[in-house]
């Protein structure tokens, strides 16, 4: 069981692979910049963090930050926003309160994605936008060498025992269509790496493998995974690729 802080590390690399890609989608994909944005499901505020430090989001914006945790919204203090301790099924603000309401790898993690669609939609405004940044699709991820294959099937394995479901990204542009957007736009985060992968990556991830894994596969052959891994991301042959959806939509006029 990792704590609230090795989950706050954790995220943040998550929020590094996405940089990029928020940025497009802040400053490209909606046409003018929100003066008031929720992130739903914002964990300890890494995403809010890299707003803040890289400046994709102004300071002039009003960044409110929504969380199940009450324990990752501690962490999340330290950033300039305003926090709230909620359910994305049921979001404590009026009807089109936001220009903009984001998430960032939170539908995976809910066993109702629409309904909280639907929520995301009923609080923001007519013009506004809903955007989820960043849903996997574990079910097409790219592992190579194939022995490392197996590896990648049970870590989407242990997704699903935590209750996740790691094959959402696909479902993504559907559900925005259900959920009543208009201009909807749908893509794919692309995939770059270093050869060979910097040590401090590949050690946070393998602490995470590592913590996912223990229940379903023997300590020694998780040693024998790590080491083909190690051997493979050295040798720059490693090739881990998980496709990763976003999608942006409006809220009818
Ligand atoms: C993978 S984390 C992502 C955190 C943050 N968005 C980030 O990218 O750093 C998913 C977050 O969704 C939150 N979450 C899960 N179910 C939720 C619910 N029903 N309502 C609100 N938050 C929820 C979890 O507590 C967790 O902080």
Redo the contacts with the bound molecule.
């Keep these: 069981m990792l704590t609230p802080t090795e ?1 706050h590390q954790r ?2 690399f ?2 590094r692979w996405t940089q990029q890609l928020r940025r497009f989608l802040l400053t490209e994909a909606i046409p003018q910049m929100p003066n008031r944005a929720l ?9 809010i963090n890299d707003f803040h430090q890289s400046g994709t989001l102004p300071t002039h914006v009003h960044l409110v930050g ?4 009450f324990d ?1 919204l501690q962490l999340a203090q330290k950033q300039k926003v305003t926090l709230a301790c ?4 049921s979001l404590p603000f009026p009807d089109a309160t936001f220009d903009l309401v984001y ?4 539908l ?3 066993k109702y994605p629409l309904p ?1 669609l639907m929520e995301m939609h009923r609080v923001t405004r007519s013009g506004g936008w809903v955007i989820a940044m ?1 849903e996997p699709d574990y079910a097409h991820r790219i592992d190579y060498p194939p022995v490392l294959s197996e590896l990648g099937k049970l870590q989407r394995q242990s997704l699903i025992q935590q209750g996740a479901n790691p094959d959402i990204g696909a479902m993504l542009a559907g559900l925005f269509i259900q959920a009543g957007f208009q201009n909807i736009k749908t893509g794919l985060l692309g995939g770059e790496w270093d050869i060979p992968q910097d040590e401090e990556t590949w050690r946070a991830e393998w602490r995470v493998l590592e913590a996912d894994l223990q229940e379903l596969v023997s300590k020694e052959k998780l040693q024998e995974y790590r080491k083909q891994d190690a051997s493979a991301w050295k040798s720059g042959e490693r090739i881990l690729f998980v496709p990763t959806f976003y999608a942006i939509g409006q809220i009818p006029c």
């Design positions: 989950w995220f943040k998550q929020v992130e739903v499901g914002c964990g300890t505020g890494a995403v929504l969380d199940i945790r990752f909620a359910n994305a099924y998430c960032h790898y939170l995976l993690w809910l909280a960043a």
